[in-house]
């Protein structure tokens, strides 16, 4: 079983940056598409950003020109570097993994944007 541990979320003002780790456990992070999702109160959960195993990458409109993905295969580790944040970034943000028909989650972690 994968296990996915978000961190770096927090309260920052807009126009701040953040970047949010998701590290797993595990052998099959490198072979395996990653993703970071938000849902905020109210909302649905939606894809943030993507990344395939072999580091292709899409975002969502909303964020792009301001958020990065990236993953380094090395430390099994996913990262989202979020700049130029709006009060509308507002969300619990989540970890995603999938391999086939395997997907994992992470437990979350709460970004705050004041105006």
């Known amino acids: 079983q994968v296990q996915l541990v978000e961190s770096g979320g927090g309260l920052v003002q807009a126009g701040g940056s953040l970047r949010l780790s998701c590290a797993a456990s595990?052998?099959?992070?490198?072979?395996?598409?990653m993703g970071w999702y938000r849902q905020a109160p109210g909302k649905q959960r939606e894809l943030v950003a993507g990344i395939t195993s072999g580091g292709s990458t899409n975002y969502a409109d909303s964020v792009k020109g301001r958020f990065t993905i990236s993953r380094d295969n090395a430390k099994n580790t996913l990262y989202l570097q979020m700049n130029s944040l709006k009060p509308e970034d507002t969300a619990v943000y989540y970890c995603?993994?999938?391999?086939?028909?395997?997907?994992?989650w992470g437990q979350g972690t709460q970004v705050t944007v004041s105006s």
């Open positions: 595990g052998s099959i992070f490198s072979i395996s598409a």
């Open positions: 995603n993994l999938k391999r086939g028909v395997r997907v994992s």
